[in-house]
């Protein structure tokens, strides 16, 4: 999952895209599925979306590997310095 994760009122991170992005790609996951998380997001979002998955899809509990890999460089500011 790669995508913005903005920032709300009072600083603070706004997931809902995350969530979007995790529901769109519930109904397609299969047992022993890689799901990462590739976006600027805060403590505790990749649990989250873990919940929200095995809310959503309960026959997946601890059949899916879940990841968090932080972004590394800024999307479409990646050149020579």
């Given at each position: 999952?790669v995508?913005?994760?903005?920032?709300?009122?009072?600083?603070?991170?706004d997931?809902s895209?995350?969530?979007?992005?995790?529901?769109?790609?519930?109904?397609l996951l299969?047992?022993?599925?890689?799901?990462?998380?590739?976006?600027?997001?805060?403590?505790?979002?990749?649990e989250?979306?873990m919940?929200?998955?095995?809310s959503?899809?309960?026959?997946l509990?601890?059949?899916?590997?879940?990841?968090?890999c932080?972004?590394r460089?800024?999307?479409?500011?990646?050149?020579?310095?």
């Open positions: 999952i995508v913005p994760t903005p920032f709300k009122a009072k600083n603070e991170p997931i895209f995350v969530q979007a992005a995790t529901l769109g790609i519930i109904p299969k047992a022993g599925n890689l799901y990462i998380i590739e976006s600027t997001s805060p403590i505790g979002t990749t989250k979306m919940k929200l998955i095995y959503e899809r309960p026959e509990t601890d059949k899916l590997y879940i990841a968090y932080p972004e460089v800024l999307p479409g500011n990646v050149g020579a310095q």
